[in-house]
């Protein structure tokens, strides 16, 4: 039995325990809004986490991060007809000929990929259709842009592999809200990287150059914000986040930032040491440091982590598309291009 088919029997159970008709399995043009009278947001949420805790079988394991090695499912296009397309996305009606044969073959062959279905290998088409149905709408919100972005690529007659490349990402896609944490670059630029990091995992510190390279190729076109997720092996890593957070105060974050990820080897020498090479005022740094304030924002960080099942380090979000471990420049830009193209 499938993890939403699990899923959606326990909600029919919880539909019978309050009283309500029981909900058998996974039924067509359900009564959201009836169906979350009888279950508790709570009870919901708990569900929903459950299906998103769920490691995608055949997982290759991220560098620096672990990962599972479960045998993936062998995908199986869908086979939707170009009526059928254009009813799930009516900006491919006004699509003909080739352009029209390009979609139909993307729709149908293209792999999707959103939280609650990593376990599964669904048709981007199968995707559309599933999305409205599922409990948590807001992991699939970014189905519309992708639809757009197909009927884009198959007017442009983008080849097969080209398509692929710009609407298939091997991680699925995450709501994530960067908040008040620290960042360089506009708010408003076209694509923000979010970074989930450690300051004493060796893997972090190998994505540095990355980010590097993606800043100066980019410019104000890209936003970088820094979470912490200190990892419970790492002695230093959380005392190093917390010193890292207060020389924030300072406006001193990503000099101290750098610094970190420089350093050879952490510990609390070293943490001072570097507050006094960035120009931190001590006395402030280190009342910065004992503050509830700044240890709050630590764990916020963390949380956030925990919610979203983000357990390896370093593990980033482009525009919300996951990219696991320290991968090179180019495989983030696959997604970067693909966003900057949507925007013209």
């Known amino acids: 039995m499938s993890q939403n088919a699990t899923i959606f029997g326990l909600l029919g159970f919880a539909l019978v325990l309050a009283g309500g008709v029981g909900w058998g399995g996974y039924r067509m043009g359900y009564d ?36 599972s090695n479960k045998e993936k499912p062998v995908f199986a296009p869908s086979e939707y007809t170009v009526e059928q397309m254009n009813a799930l996305i009516p900006e491919a009606a006004g699509l003909g000929g080739e352009a029209q044969v390009k979609a139909l073959y993307a729709f149908n062959n293209i792999v999707g990929s959103c939280v609650p279905c990593m376990d599964q290998q669904y048709s981007f088409g199968k995707c559309i259709e599933r999305a409205p149905k599922l409990l ?9 842009s992708l639809s757009k972005r197909l009927v884009r690529l198959a007017r442009e007659e983008r080849s097969p592999d080209e398509m692929r490349s710009s609407l298939e990402f091997s991680q699925p896609w995450v709501p994530l809200d960067p908040g008040n944490s620290p960042s360089k670059g506009k708010a408003d630029a076209a694509v923000t990287i979010v970074e989930y990091s450690d300051y004493q995992c060796p893997y972090c510190k190998k994505a540095q150059p990355s980010m590097k390279a993606l800043e100066e190729k980019y410019g104000d076109r890209l936003r970088i914000v820094f979470m912490n997720q200190p990892l419970a092996m790492h002695k230093m890593a959380r005392p190093a986040a917390i010193a890292a957070m207060a020389a924030d105060q300072q406006g001193k974050f990503w000099e101290y930032h750098d610094a970190l990820f420089a350093a050879e080897g952490l510990d609390e020498a070293k943490l001072v040491a570097i507050a006094k090479d960035v120009g931190l005022n001590l006395s402030k740094w280190e009342t910065a440091r004992k503050s509830t304030e700044v240890d709050a924002a630590v764990a916020a960080d963390v949380a956030r982590a925990e919610k979203w099942k983000i357990s390896s380090t370093p593990s980033f979000f482009v525009n919300g ?13 696959r997604i970067i291009e693909a966003e900057l193209a949507d925007r013209g």
């Open 32 to 67: 959201r809004a009836t169906l979350e009278a009888r279950v508790t947001l709570a009870e919901k949420d708990a569900l929903v986490a459950a299906a998103q805790a769920a490691p995608a079988r055949g997982e290759a394991p991220a560098e620096g991060g672990g990962g």
């Open 136 to 144: 948590d709408k807001s992991v699939c919100a970014n189905l519309p």
């Open 321 to 333: 598309y996951k990219v696991k471990g320290a991968q090179p420049p180019e495989f983030f830009e």
